[in-house]
């Protein structure tokens, strides 16, 4: 768990994290082989999806370090989900659907605090059924992290979180200093990266620019986000490289961030 106040990890670390562990046996089977291969450090798993159950065995049985995966824009796939989480669920998505997302991720409004809490509470509790912990770290589905109803949650408060911004680094304009109070105003109670960064933006920006981002792991804490169910993300994280910027720096996992 994290301090009581928002903090940004000074950690020299790098955290590969794979996103939509469990959503289908797709992105389950290529997180395990990105896991064995040392491509990833980690992953956030989704709960009462296509393939949750055996995400849980293999991460289990394979050593994975797995946090969660909030999910609050799409509706569980596994019909054995009860009726009463499924149903607090659907209202949820509702919420922070499409339309609903961009507006949800500036505005708290207290009217839809009791069912985000509800859902927040159920998907908890199904992560520790199926791993028998609590999640190494939370981040969400569609980045509902950065809404502030799902970052100021009183059930997830003192969990480490993903760094509660688009991207940081934020760049010197209107926008990115928003994004910054946004994340001063939401994150109090986690422990953060001091820097996350999408591995698809790391691909377009090529080599040199790789070597670059990744380099600051010596002297603080970065994520990158990757989803391997993703056939273009998935090439990155198997290049040559990917493995040659990454043997020369302090891989690890939120449980290592300080």
């Not at 999806?49 to 799409?74: K, V």
């Not at 569980?76 to 009860?82: E, G, H, N, Q």
């Not at 908890?124 to 569609?142: C, I, K």
């Not at 391997?228 to 302090?250: C, T, Y």
Request: net charge positive; with cysteine.
């Amino acid at each position: 768990m994290a301090p009581r106040s928002m903090s940004a990890s000074k950690t020299p670390i790098l955290i590969v994290n794979a996103d939509d562990f469990g959503w289908n046996a797709n992105a389950t089977d290529r997180t395990v082989e990105c896991f064995q291969a040392a491509q990833i450090t980690s992953a956030t798993a989704l709960v009462y999806m296509q393939d949750s159950p055996r995400a849980a065995e293999l991460a289990l049985g394979e050593g994975i370090p797995t946090g969660l995966h909030l999910n609050l824009t799409d509706p569980f796939a596994i019909p054995s989900a009860p009726e009463r989480q499924r149903d607090r669920h659907l209202v949820a998505c509702r919420y922070f659907s499409d339309g609903n997302l961009r507006r949800r991720s500036w505005i708290y409004d207290p009217r839809i605090r009791a069912e985000v809490e509800g859902t927040i509470e159920d998907q908890l509790e199904r992560f520790r059924q199926l791993y028998g912990r609590e999640p190494t770290h939370v981040d969400g589905h569609n980045h509902v992290q950065v809404c502030p109803n799902v970052a100021r949650s009183k059930a997830l408060r003192g969990f480490k979180m993903r760094n509660a911004l688009w991207a940081w680094p934020t760049k010197r304009t209107a926008m990115g200093v928003a994004r910054t109070v946004r994340r001063l105003l939401t994150a109090s109670g986690h422990l953060t990266s001091r820097y996350f960064i999408d591995i698809a933006e790391l691909q377009r920006a090529g080599g040199e620019e790789l070597r670059r981002q990744l380099s600051q792991s010596l002297t603080t804490s970065v994520e990158v986000m990757a989803h391997p169910g993703f056939d273009h993300e998935l090439e990155a994280l198997r290049s040559s490289a990917w493995k040659q910027v990454i043997d020369d720096l302090p891989c690890g996992t939120y449980r290592d961030l300080g």
